[in-house]
């Protein structure tokens, strides 16, 4: 394990807001720390990163218990929302800073930081001030920053949430090339269930300072622990006192097999897929389904139709 955190628990003041977490970080992975704002995400990043101080609990990186150790000896890179560059150094100065305290040779620090221009598709940019490049670029630049002095784990605090949302895509996709090509030990931070399946090969979701579940972006959403996890990953809708993935609902014209009859109430096109809002009785669920076949089933306000859970789809009981 590239990072371990055992039992922390944190509280600022009276108000606790890590309860005996546990997360374990395997060496060259992705990791996402997913979940609603407050949830402590934050926070147990700044303690893996030794920006604050567990009040119990074990922080260990490569094996070494860190839990004690100031944040410039645990080895860590660290890149913030809001990333503060130095505004009079050049792009180029600013990658080279920590290769340059440290007193490395400057035919090194050259070949280091033109190495990492590349890597982060700034090479044209090495002459510029920090004013004078995009958000993104500048968060391009942060993470070329953290990774000149080769860090044994690189930490994210939501690094792209400051940035628009076709921006911020575009980040996703390139770090995760990134991560492909450099394979260094990543955990990030983020509330986008969205970006953390996208970008991530494991995904901790922490809720009220607690983990909820970790796994593969397959096994949270598909196999979610808990109700809040189903909620949290992804669409869902209730039918016969149980939550279900609104795709993983099966519409036909008959009866089926444990189907239930609903009627329909809405049909709202989004490009290839057709949310379909039906009334249960009583209750209201929906359905996502792909064009042709809201076409085929010709659903339309007013039409009977009978729903059920596809064979394969998982379901949780609503307690
Ligand atoms: N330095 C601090 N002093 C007091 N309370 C704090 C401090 N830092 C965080 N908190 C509180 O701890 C809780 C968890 O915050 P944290 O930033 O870890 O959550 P988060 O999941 O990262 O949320 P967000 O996505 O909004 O940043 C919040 O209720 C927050 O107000």
């Known amino acids: 394990m590239a990072i371990e955190a055992r039992h922390i628990n944190k509280a600022f003041g009276t108000t606790p807001v890590l309860h005996d977490v546990s997360v374990e970080?395997?060496?060259?992975?992705?990791?996402?720390?997913?979940?609603?704002?407050?949830?402590?995400?934050?926070?147990?990043?700044?303690?893996i990163a030794g920006l604050e101080q567990p009040d119990s609990g074990t922080v260990l990186i490569s094996s070494n218990d860190?839990?004690?150790?100031?944040?410039?000896?645990?080895?860590?890179?660290?890149?913030?929302?809001?990333?503060?560059?130095?505004?009079?150094?050049?792009?180029?100065?600013?990658?080279?800073?920590?290769?340059?305290?440290?007193?490395?040779?400057?035919?090194e620090i050259h070949k280091r930081v033109h190495e990492l221009l590349e890597l982060v598709h700034l090479d044209q940019f090495a002459k510029r001030y920090p004013a004078q490049l995009s958000g993104g670029q500048r968060q391009r630049m942060a993470l070329a920053r953290a990774l000149a002095v080769e860090p044994e784990v690189l930490l994210l605090d939501e690094p792209f949430g400051a940035l628009d949302a076709q921006v911020r895509k575009e980040l996703r996709a390139w770090l995760r090339r990134l991560h492909d090509e450099v394979h260094v030990t990543t955990v990030f931070v983020t509330h986008d269930q969205e970006e953390a399946i996208e970008v991530a090969d494991t995904i901790v979701v922490l809720a009220g300072g607690r983990v909820e579940q970790s796994g593969s972006p397959h096994e949270v959403y598909d196999n979610p622990a808990n109700q809040f996890v189903m909620r949290f990953l992804g669409p869902v809708t209730e039918l016969d006192g149980r939550l279900v993935r609104p795709h993983d609902i099966e519409l036909t014209t008959e009866p089926e097999p444990g189907s239930t009859e609903a009627t329909v109430e809405r049909v709202v096109r989004?490009?290839?897929?057709?949310?379909?809002?039906?009334?249960?009785?009583?209750?209201?669920?929906?359905?996502?389904?792909?064009?042709?076949?809201?076409?085929?089933?010709?659903?339309?306000?007013?039409?009977?139709?009978?729903?059920?859970?596809?064979?394969?789809?998982?379901?949780?009981?609503?307690?």
């Open 25 to 47: 970080v395997a060496s060259g992975s992705l990791t996402a720390l997913l979940g609603p704002s407050g949830g402590g995400k934050s926070t147990l990043l700044r303690v």
């Open 66 to 107: 860190v839990t004690r150790l100031a944040p410039q000896r645990r080895n860590v890179g660290f890149v913030f929302q809001h990333y503060a560059a130095f505004k009079h150094m050049t792009v180029f100065d600013n990658i080279a800073f920590g290769l340059q305290i440290r007193k490395r040779p400057k035919s």
């Open 270 to 319: 989004l490009g290839f897929e057709v949310r379909v809002e039906m009334r249960l009785g009583e209750q209201d669920a929906w359905a996502q389904v792909t064009r042709g076949l809201a076409e085929r089933l010709g659903l339309a306000p007013g039409e009977t139709v009978h729903v059920r859970p596809s064979s394969d789809a998982r379901t949780l009981a609503i307690a």
